[in-house]
């Protein structure tokens, strides 16, 4: 998709770094960052009611879109977990053709940016053919992400994921995760075949690193994806469900994020996906390193992982981000509510994070904004001259922002509204949705469907 270069915005109100201000121009240079901004002026170009910096959307495994809606039965066990969730994996994972995966891909990533988000940290898994066999390029099933990418738009940070057992104790792959499975070498090549193509991207999008988790990964593997990530994005799964740190302790004899803390060099690059099994002193340890929490409210309610101690961890100054994870339902308004209802439900009170000074709305959207963009490496997160243009309209003749103004917009937004408020949203400058519809939606929902139904007769 080509940029659209040296385009004019207008907003009637925008959210900057220092606060709301009115009648702002912002100026995007032919590279997609955003080379001037205006306060007080007159509309010129693109005129929208309210401008926000568009998140990222930092963590997601693509395929499991396809799954949405039919992992909700009980399995034979009393106390179902992640029984009939997995089963229904395994069995995708039997039959996702490449093309399936491609199709799959653009589709979501088209509902992202239709839902606010301008980019997004793909957590890729996924590599083999099913059986485990590589594919001839071993890195064919990166390759169908990076074409969606192009296909729609969305930045893309790419993080290949290391994936070397099926458990703490170094158990071989069990059948179901046998695509997913490379020793340290191979996963390096596949980094640099997927480094290749994603050159053919924009300059905004990032190649990054996933050891899966302290499950899937051992401590040599752990060793060499920090060596190939060096200071790119590193995303790891950590702490999500009560079963994975007694396995961990089992091994290691500690807790996970305990482990980590110890034994690896945490930081700025790092971004931890769930984090919702942690010790207080775990969560104010974390927070302090200035590494991401990615935090999926959606998927962690879903699956029943647990809550994130987001009023701890927010005290400490830790800094947090969104992903939509397992893909079953692609709402960035819907992801911000979620987290915040959880902690009130949890510690029975309201604006859990709100501060004197800023609203809930305005705190959540804020971080979330800001810790996005650092997990996956992308100059972004605010509107500022500089950063990539990731920007996002809302109506303002919206019913539910009738009257509201500074923070009540995001409020209202967050708490009372939806995605259906988005008119626009731009991923470094790409104009990719006007109305509340991506530019090619059509042929994206048209293609998504067939492949819907046809692997429906194939599962
Ligand atoms: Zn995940």
New binding site residues.
Partial sequence: MSTISGAHIFAKKALLPDGWAENVAITVSDDGHISSMQRDTVPAGNSVGILLPAPANL?S?AFQRAMAGMSERRGQEAHDSFWTWREIMFRFLDVLTPEDIGSIAAFVQMEMLEAGYASIGE?HYLHHQPGGTPYANLAELSDRIIEAAEKTGIGLTLLPVLYQHGGCDRRPLAPGQVRFGNDPDRFAMLFELAAGTMSRLPEDAVLGVAPHSLRAVDEDGLTAAIALAGDRPLHM?LAEQVAEVEEVIAARGTRPVEWLLRNAPVSENWCL?HCTQMLPEETAALAKTGAVAGLCPITESSLGDGIFDGVRYTENDGKFGIGS?SNIRISLSEELRTLEYSQRLRDKCRASIATPEKSTGRVLFEKVALGGAQAIGRKAGALATGGFADLVALDEKAIDLEGREGDEILDAYIFAGDDRMITDVWSAGRHVVREGKHVKGDAIRAAYRKTVAALRMRL
Avoid: A, G, P
């Fill in positions: 963590h495994h957590f799964h996906i994870d």
